[in-house]
């Protein structure tokens, strides 16, 4: 009996040891925020690098604190805590710079001169980007009608024809090493395959096009790949049981079905190829005038004008830099459009459940 | 009647079939041939450059002396830029799959994500007129404190457009892809393995090291070699941000930087013509073998991971 009487004494012996001791939440939150503050202060502006030093310090106190008061593994704990959490905030320094920077020098420039006109006979400031704009829209086009029928095509025979053979297999690998492709190699076996055809020093439209469904063909592969593995094989079979031939039952059912994953997917890699420069540098070239024929001649596009502008601005180069910043917004506004189109399109035509 | 028999269970080939198959194997036939066109292609038009003797070219040249501070600068630019974006992308992967508010995890991964749609040519404006000039007095401050390393000897660049600028924007560059697949392999992380040792009384980051990050290594690997090969090929944020002289040198706060096989193409092919054109060509295939045999090794190391571990 001496023995049941003992628990509520060792209850309360251990009771206090059980719960370790903790910082105070308020304290913690307090400092965090305050260093995250002075951090922000300082990388806006208005402060200079000693605000910056301070928060370190602040933020640095929490785990030496935690140190004392909740030991070493508690401390280890929140200063790793800190330094993910700090990542993070680093990589957020970069996209809020740029955003505000094109911002900021680009939309003084946006007026309707700058759509409508294009940059011949313009000597310093007036002009626009019309040409350019032109250029871009065609030369995607272009890589569009390209690269989504092969894409396509050869997505449906990993998955519907050649699924499980040695081919399809080395098709996979094939794509995925084409992925890895730079861009201006892409714009050089565009230049080397059209010297070929046309002899040296040729710039056409229609080459950065063949360039640039060099970069998108592994994207549309890829995407529209795994949209047709998602079909279930239910459908499939649903409609050979009604002898509906294979072609038909992938025209009718297995294509529809996936629709919304391919178009997003084709979206996504519109988004991707739109704003590659280095490729259309090497073949398409760079003039002052509206160019509508593919086949013919040089062609601007809005990345390639963007370089140009900064890298050979001419005097005085104040207009010029104004208009690679304008062209700039009008690029970055056309593939966060893209990418929105893409994310509302998969999101309005994905099943319910899945939302 | 045997003969019926047959040929009623052969499958019928309509010719629709056919001619859809045919279409489907063609358009992977070509999907081959341009690969191997690249590499052919390249090389037909690259090899004159490649074997010109020095006074053909304009650089004055052998082509092995004009490649070698290129393929330098190209891999010390990656290299460069990996160092800084690894740490930083793990560390985002893991507040976004660990650390984060789950409700909040996934617009934050939305954000990272907008970093990858931002075109190469925005990030060299943004390298040249933004970030070389506000990362400048950080070397004067290398310079001065640390200058007795062979990295940090200075003197200064005045214009802040140095290999270690374009190697922090080729780091901003490959971020995403490197945080996206970290977040994919991190989240894959079997629960139960968290949870035991959750169990076992260990804090967050302790679970961490015990639990994901052994399972998510060979993913951590290929994720960082895929970005190595992006890195490398990377154009125009170079081409813009770089002062580039054709030197081999590991200082990377000075005016005299090595350029990159990619810059080195995008800013003197314009103007190049005849042999000059063959020269950079060739350039390019070295680039090309580069990429493709990192692009390799990284999908090869997917591959062989693939069945133990979330890697692919």
Known sequence: MTMTLTPPETRERTAPSLRTRRLPKAAVGALHGL???????????????RAGLLAVVLAGIVPLWSRIVEGRRKAKDRLVTLLVTTAFGIALIPLGSIVWTVLEK???????????????????EGGGIHHAITGTLLITLGATVISVPIGLFTAIYVVEYGDGTRLAGALRFLVDV??????????????????????????????????????MVPVVVRSCEEMLKLVPTELRE??????????????????????????????????????ETAPLLVIAGATDSVNFNLFDGRMATLPVFTYTS?????????????????????????????????RLVSHVFSPAGER | MSTTTETETRAVVRPGDRVFRGISSISAIVIVSTLA??????????????????????????????????????????????????????????????????????????????????????????GILTLSSSIQPLYVWLERNLGFLPFFAGPASATGRTILTAAVVLAIMVLPI????????????????????????????????????????????SAAMLALGRALGETMAVAMVLSASGVISVNLISSTNPSTIAANIALSFPEASGLDVSVLIGTGLV???ITFAVNVAARALVARHREFSGAN
């Open chain 1, 35 to 49: 260093a995250v503050l002075l951090a922000v202060a300082w990388i806006v502006g208005p402060a200079d690098a």
């Open chain 1, 106 to 124: 680009g939309v003084p420039v946006l007026s309707r001169e700058f759509f409508t006109y294009s940059m011949r006979n313009v000597v310093g």
């Open chain 1, 178 to 215: 084409m992925t890895g492709i730079p861009s201006i190699v892409a714009g050089l076996f565009a230049y080397a395959l059209f010297v070929v055809i046309f002899g040296d020093g040729v710039r056409m439209g229609i080459g950065g096009a063949v360039a640039l469904s060099v970069l």
């Open chain 1, 238 to 275: 649903a409609s050979y049981a009604l002898g509906v031939p294979q072609w038909r039952t992938i025209v009718k059912v297995v294509l529809p079905t996936a629709l919304a994953g391919i178009v997003t997917g084709v979206t996504l890699a519109i988004a991707r190829v739109i704003g």
């Open chain 1, 310 to 342: 900064i890298i050979q601005p001419g005097v005085p180069p104040e207009p010029a830099i104004a208009r690679a910043w304008g062209a700039a917004l009008v690029l970055l506004l056309i593939v966060m459009l893209l990418n929105l189109i893409a």
């Open chain 2, 37 to 126: 066109g690249v590499a052919i292609f390249l090389t037909a038009e690259g090899v004159p450059g490649m074997t010109a003797s020095a006074d053909q070219v304009k650089s004055g040249e052998t082509f092995l002396r004009y490649v070698t501070p290129l393929v330098f600068g190209t891999l010390w630019a990656a290299v460069i830029a990996l160092a800084i974006a690894t740490p930083v992308s793990i560390g985002v992967a893991l507040f976004i799959s660990h650390v984060a508010p789950r409700r909040l995890a996934q617009p934050i991964g939305y954000v990272i994500d907008l970093l990858a749609a931002v075109p190469s040519v925005v990030y060299g404006s943004w």
């Open chain 2, 178 to 221: 490197m945080t996206a697949i970290c977040r994919e392999i991190f989240l894959q992380t079997p629960r139960l393995h968290e949870e035991a040792a959750l169990a076992l009384g260990a804090t967050r980051w302790e679970m961490i090291t015990m639990a994901v990050l052994p399972y998510a290594r060979s993913g951590i690997v």
């Open chain 2, 287 to 289: 680039l090309f073998a």
